[in-house]
T-cell receptor, first 113, second 114 residues
């Protein structure tokens, strides 16, 4: 199993541009989570899906952020328009039934200049 | 609501010495507890988890943790530190009984001195 796959690993973009982060969860996992990690705020849960359905998006910072999961093997996190304060490492994680014991991807380091 | 407190944002140990990373939890119902490790420029990796079975939990890389209800603690230990253990360690808690939101601690960076 290749694990949770995220792309790109690094993204540098200019303020105001649209950014799309991608995630492929582990096959058979029915929970998918998007986290953001910064020095100031640590790990923040942005949104999670169960069986491709968004369950809790209360952590999404504002309307500029959106996430989709069109099928069991793919999810996207989109920021439009991006701002410098969105600079962070964004992690995708997946888990089996019950949502315990996540497997994290390697993350996308986003820099907005 | 549940929470975890990790005591010490930075811990330094000598190679071969005991590693002890502290985690205390707060939970209104029996919790599930986890330790994750994050190496530089990588995602978090599950080290071990407590899900109400044995109170002493063994994980990967020689780490173990003991659930102590009376002390509301779940400290992570390893008898002998290796240089490769240098990383950041996160304690996490959730409630038992179907998926509940996982709350992560603020992390402890472990430095291993040769």
């Amino acid at each position: 199993d290749a694990g949770v796959i995220q792309s790109p690993r690094h993204e540098v973009t200019e303020m105001g541009q649209e950014v799309t982060l991608r995630c492929k969860p582990i096959s058979g996992h029915d929970y998918l989570f998007w986290y953001r990690q910064t020095m100031m705020r640590g790990l923040e849960l942005l949104i999670y899906f169960n069986n491709n359905v968004p369950i809790d998006d209360s952590g999404m910072p504002e309307d500029r952020f959106s996430a989709k999961m069109p099928n069991a093997s793919f999810s996207t996190l989109k920021i439009q328009p991006s701002e410098p304060r969105d600079s962070a490492v964004y992690f995708c994680a997946s888990s089996g039934t019950g949502g315990y014991g996540y497997t994290f991807g390697s993350g996308t380091r986003l820099t907005v200049v | 609501a549940q929470s975890v407190t990790q005591l010490g944002s930075h811990v330094s140990v000598s190679e071969g010495a005991l590693v002890l990373l502290r985690c205390n939890y707060s939970s209104s119902v029996p919790p599930y507890l986890f330790w994750y490790v994050q190496y530089p420029n990588q995602g978090l990796q599950l080290l071990l988890k407590y899900t109400s079975a044995a109170t002493l939990v063994k994980g990967i890389n020689g780490f173990e943790a003991e659930f102590k209800k009376s002390e509301t603690s779940f400290h992570l230990t390893k008898p002998s530190a290796h240089m490769s253990d240098a990383a950041e360690y996160f304690c996490a808690v959730t409630l038992s009984g179907g998926y509940q939101k996982v709350t992560f601690g603020t992390g402890t960076k472990l430095q291993v001195i040769p």
